[in-house]
């Protein structure tokens, strides 16, 4: 009788042959493809390129820019394209952010929260705050300039430090941090200024007036759009101008609120906010109820067209114009979405497992073909397939999320027990246990490795590499002849013969041979072999 876990991994092989999946190949590009164990691997094509140092650096670019990253997330990510260059590290907390406008002009932002943030470019986009001490900023939280003056707040930290760094008072620390004794902020001709922002704030345009003394008083006010007015944070009063009709709120913080209008069209209440309200707005043709949030809500609207029944836990359906949410107890949720360049449904069933498809209309994606599924059953397997013949398995496979050009490919060698991939141009890739055991083949050519073991590689029915033991032998035909490796001392044993290498000639295969040699550059991983002639070739040990 098979154990549950030999059932498992029946169970797991069976998905990958049904839903194998798509593995990012762009179509019939020819490849070149070198690896070693879990933790080297480079991949070239005519318009793409891919390095990979597990865990430490990857690097991918094609047409569209270039992504590298080292030990994600507390290492760094960086994205460049022809018009901007951002980078990203620890957690994102550090961020530079550098680009050309139209213009020509150079932008350039860095900030690391909460400490430092700077920018250079023209004038209008130069700043500088240093914290706790303070400064300027520029194009930041939807204001064109801000500026902020010391932030004492860190002092807490020195003088009352909390208990531990899970105390109550650790939170309420961090946020007086972030409070500045004076802060100034601009927006078109709206100017305005506080003292302990937000307790206190003062902002004027030639429409706009403000004042908040938090939380004794408040009074917004913008001409022809609103009036707004707090009092000890409880009383609440607002007017909304439409240029037919009146809004007015009238709200006891949170006891009771009532919304009205003076056309009638509008009504609503609301006891105990947030988790007993109910009304309409028939300008919208909006109906809604909610007894209580977030267990019972119920809304109907005709523009943009929602229709809303949740009855949580037990049951939920949303759906906003052509998209649609529904689940069926917290076990299961289905999003569906319809636009006019393709349809796409995702399943999660028990959170673990996870089903997505697209179905595009006309012209294929690059990537997902015409229609593509994505099965998950996490830690165990994920597995992907497109029509276009490109497919994927993987077990085990432990991130939460999907992440196949980031994450993925620099971590999930070194957990996969076995990963599989076939693309469209016909050649495939098998790896057992953490590529301990790694071989690529196709139609006219086969490879394979056992690291520090054998590397073995044929091409067009011929024998072009084999070696064993570290390299200490081996055998090796190529563009400028064959080889023997003895105690890893290459003696050569014949000339390669016109027509019977690499694609029917002999020049063509030295010219290959050297642009492989060339594209390997001074490589670490590539140590330097000796096959004769007096030429030094940076190729891999082992491959």
Request: proline share 6%.
């Amino acid at each position: 009788m098979s154990s549950p876990a030999c059932t498992l991994c029946r169970v797991s092989l069976t998905a990958a042959l049904l839903l194998c999946g798509a593995a990012a190949a762009r179509a019939d590009e020819p490849r070149d493809f070198r690896w070693f164990w879990c933790f080297y691997e480079r991949e070239a094509g005519v318009e793409y390129a891919v390095q990979v140092y597990r865990p430490f650096y990857m690097l991918r670019s094609d047409p569209s820019g270039l992504f590298d990253a080292s030990l994600m997330p507390v290492g760094f990510w960086r994205y460049r394209t022809a018009a901007a260059e951002e980078w990203n590290w620890l957690f994102g907390l550090g961020e530079s952010l550098d680009r050309r406008h139209r213009d020509g002009e150079r932008d350039y932002d860095f900030g690391f929260f909460p400490l430092l943030f700077f920018g250079l470019g023209a004038e209008r986009e130069r700043y500088l705050l240093v914290w706790p001490v303070g400064g300027t900023l520029r194009g930041k939280f939807g204001m064109e300039r801000i500026s902020a003056i010391l932030f004492p707040g860190v002092l807490l930290f020195f003088f009352f430090p909390p208990a531990s760094v899970t105390s109550i008072l650790t939170p309420l620390y961090i946020v007086a941090s972030m409070i500045p004794v004076i802060a100034t902020y601009d927006y078109g001709d709206y100017h305005g200024w506080g003292v302990l922002w937000p307790l206190f704030h003062r902002g004027t345009s030639p429409i706009r007036d403000e004042l908040r003394i938090f939380p004794l008083y408040s009074h917004f006010h913008k001409a022809g759009w609103y009036d707004r007015w707090s009092l000890l944070f409880l009383f609440n009063y607002e007017v909304v101008y439409f240029s037919d009709d009146e809004h007015r709120t009238l709200f006891l913080f949170p006891l009771f609120g009532r919304r009205w209008s003076n056309s009638g069209r509008v009504s609503g209440t609301t006891v105990l906010w947030p988790f007993f309200s109910w009304g309409y707005d028939r300008r919208s043709g909006n109906t809604s109820y909610n007894l209580p949030w977030p267990l019972v809500q119920i809304q109907d609207q005709e523009t943009p067209f929602i229709r809303k029944r949740i009855f949580f836990p037990f049951y939920g359906d949303y759906r906003y114009e052509r998209s649609r949410t529904l689940f069926v107890t917290p076990l299961y949720f289905r999003m569906t979405k319809e636009s006019e360049i393709f349809d796409s449904q995702n399943h999660f069933i028990c959170v673990i497992a996870w089903y997505f498809r697209r179905e595009y209309h006309g012209e294929a994606h690059p990537y997902y073909g015409r229609s593509w599924r994505y099965l998950k059953v996490w830690p165990l397997f994920h597995a992907e397939s497109n029509d276009c013949g490109d497919a994927s398995f993987s077990l085990l496979s432990l991130l939460p999320f999907r992440d196949p050009e980031g994450y993925e490919r620099l971590y999930q060698p070194f957990w996969s027990l076995v990963e599989y991939r076939r693309f469209r141009n016909g050649e495939r890739r098998l790896g057992l246990l953490l590529r301990l055991y790694y071989q690529r083949w196709g139609d006219d050519f086969f490879q394979m490795q056992i690291p520090f073991l054998i590397s073995l590689s044929i091409s067009e029915n011929r024998l072009t590499e084999f070696s064993f033991l570290l390299s200490m032998f081996g055998y090796r035909h190529s563009g400028r002849g064959r080889y023997i490796r003895l105690f890893w001392i290459p003696i050569r044993v014949g000339d390669t013969e016109i027509g019977d290498s690499h694609g029917g000639s002999a020049a063509v295969a030295e010219r290959e041979d050297e642009d492989t040699t060339a594209s390997s550059g001074i490589d670490p991983v590539y140590p330097p072999s000796h096959w004769g002639d007096g030429s030094v070739r940076f190729r891999h040990g082992f491959f």
